[in-house]
């Protein structure tokens, strides 16, 4: 008898196991494969922002435009009129490092309202690309670091 019952606890846990398949933990979807569970990735990057599987926080709006959100200086080296959605998805060959630092900010200013733990806050991504703006080794170097960031953020 109690074979059964410790048989009737296994199916017991196995069916609550199978039915949490999708499981929300401080706001962060794991999906299990089999009975091992996984982060999802890419919920950070600028590919995941601009393919819009996600509202934007309200406190920067897709179509506001790049020089609005970062600053007058980003005029510098963007046109006026890009917005926030078209930095996202813009294509970082194209572009060099200049396109590479404002798609990879682009995200890490919509990480930093979003992702709890993000290891910058809005106003260091902020000042961070205007700094940056000063050549193409310093935008480069700060794209990395902001692609490192939000790589690895979940």
């Known amino acids: 008898m109690a074979s059964r019952e410790s048989k009737l606890l296994v199916l017991l846990v196995l069916v609550i196991l199978q039915v949490g398949t999708g499981v929300m933990a401080e706001g962060r979807h794991f999906s299990r494969p089999g009975f091992l569970y996984t982060r999802t990735r890419g919920r950070c990057t600028p590919q995941y922002w601009s393919s819009r599987r996600e509202a934007w926080p309200k406190m920067v709006p897709e179509r506001s435009t790049v020089w609005k959100v970062f600053g007058w200086q980003a005029t510098e080296r963007y046109r006026k009129e890009l917005t926030l959605a078209e930095a996202a998805s813009m294509e970082e060959e194209e572009e060099g490092a200049f396109g590479r630092l404002v798609k990879q900010s682009t995200a890490a200013l919509i990480n930093s309202y979003m992702r709890r733990g993000y290891p910058y806050a ?5 000042t961070l690309l205007i700094q940056s703006l000063v050549s ?3 935008a480069a170097f700060q794209a990395h670091k ?3 960031a939000n790589d690895n953020c979940g």
Do not use: I
């Open 122 to 126: 809005p106003w260091e991504v902020k």
């Open 136 to 138: 193409a080794e310093a």
């Open 146 to 148: 902001f692609r490192q």
